[in-house]
């Protein structure tokens, strides 16, 4: 359950959202975005102004643009969103992660990660829905926060930056549900699958930024480097987990381009 203030939060991070790119509403910006707004969105430039410039720019070549959010997480002054958009009826449409910082009430720093939806995926399940018991989008209760969010910090630590898949055995459960499109399902999958990836790109470098988590929710923002030189993927791994278990995880990854509308990277 949300607490009174983490709503607050998240629904002013939706409502921004939604009022913007799928109602075209820049008074909601006006309402709930600071006048020095810092946008990490490689495609747009710093400030409520550019903001409002782009969504309108989104709305005009997306007139019938849809946007849902499923999950929201909130932890202390940082939101994410989990979301699903459709720019065009009948469409797979985006996944996207949102994470906004909030300052005296109002959203002050904002980073994004969006990939598209692939008709298929290697697990059978869509980037979005819950699987593993129970089935709500809803945080679970807030005494394990803690918990959890040291839990995955170290199956991150293990798994991703140090590569030991043993991490795996370790902190994975028996019931796991994956929706990373290139990903098998199961504990047995997301071995043979991170595996691959491990010899594929042996000097890959995964350098974990920030972890915003809220009961059984802990999401990880990283900056993957296949090779050293590359510009690498800004990526953001949402887990769930369960009995001091992985369950469950959705994840986003987009390439960092090569210029940006501003000056802050993707970080």
């Known amino acids: 359950m949300l607490t009174v203030e983490g709503e607050g939060k998240g629904q002013i991070a939706a409502r921004v959202l939604r009022a913007a790119f799928e109602a075209g509403d820049p008074a909601v910006i006006d309402r709930h ?3 020095d707004y810092i946008q990490h969105n490689p495609l747009a430039p710093d400030g409520p102004e550019a903001m409002k410039a782009f969504a309108a720019a989104w709305k005009q070549q997306f007139p019938e643009a849809t946007y849902e959010e499923r999950r929201i997480i909130s932890d202390g002054d940082l939101v994410l969103l989990h979301s699903s958009g459709v720019l065009a009826p009948g469409t797979p449409g985006l996944a996207f992660f949102e ?5 005296d009430g109002k959203i002050a720093e904002h980073w994004d990660i969006l990939q598209e939806v692939p008709a298929t995926t290697a697990n059978g399940n869509d980037m979005f829905s819950t699987l593993s018991r129970p089935q709500t989008e809803a945080p679970g209760r807030r005494k394990f926060t803690a918990y959890n969010k040291k839990l995955v910090t170290d199956y991150v630590d293990q798994l991703l930056v140090r590569k030991d898949l043993t991490a795996i055995d370790t902190y994975v459960g028996t019931e796991y549900h994956e929706h990373s499109p290139n990903i098998p399902d199961g504990a047995v999958g997301v071995k043979i699958g991170l595996a691959a ?3 594929r790109f ?5 350098a974990p930024k920030r972890v915003i988590a809220e009961g059984d929710l802990v999401a990880v923002h990283s900056h993957y480097v296949d090779a050293p030189g590359g510009r690498g993927r800004a990526v953001i791994d949402l887990f769930r987990v369960r009995d001091a278990k992985i369950v469950e995880h959705w ?3 987009q390439d960092v381009p090569e210029t940006s509308a501003n000056a802050n990277t993707m970080f």
């Open 33 to 35: 975005v600071r006048p």
């Open 99 to 103: 994470i906004f910082r909030f300052q």
């Open 197 to 199: 990836y491990f010899e």
């Open 202 to 206: 042996p000097q890959l470098s995964v």
């Open 251 to 253: 994840d986003v990854s």
